[in-house]
Nanobody
Framework: QVQLVESGGGLVQAGGPLRPSCAAS????????MGWFRQAPGKEREFVGV????????DYSNSVKDRFTISRDNTRNTATLEMNSLKPEDTAGYYC?????????????????WGQGTQVTVSS
């Protein structure tokens, strides 16, 4: 069983940064790919990005590429989503997720465990 807990969301002005993180329980954090997704009210869940088990590879959606960066610290069981140049359209609940058996990717169904989410609100 893996528990994921996000923190670090909040309210920020457009153009500003925010850095939510995800803390994982358990001993095998380095064995799973970690993804970030977001969901705005009335919209479907959207892939944000993913980082490989070692942290050596990342992939992002086109909407956040060049603005968001995912990193991980396998010694601290944490994954971080560094968000820069935020836009009002980035407003959503942000969720981290763990893929225990694959390399993650944009499909939410690949991920076995999910956090409860942290709200990010970007004001114009």
């Amino acid at each position: 069983q893996v528990q994921l807990v996000e923190s670090g969301g909040g309210l920020v002005q457009a153009g500003g940064p925010l850095r939510p993180s995800c803390a994982a329980s358990g001993r095998f954090f380095s064995r799973y790919a970690m993804g970030w997704f977001r969901q705005a009210p009335g919209k479907e869940r959207e892939f944000v990005g993913v980082i490989s088990r070692s942290g050596g590879s990342t992939d992002y959606s086109n909407s956040v590429k060049d603005r968001f960066t995912i990193s991980r610290d396998n010694t601290r069981n944490t994954a971080t989503l560094e968000m820069n140049s935020l836009k009002p359209e980035d407003t959503a609940g942000y969720y981290c997720a763990a893929d225990l058996y694959g390399g993650g990717g944009p499909e939410a169904a690949k991920y076995e465990y999910w956090g409860q989410g942290t709200q990010v609100t970007v004001s114009s």
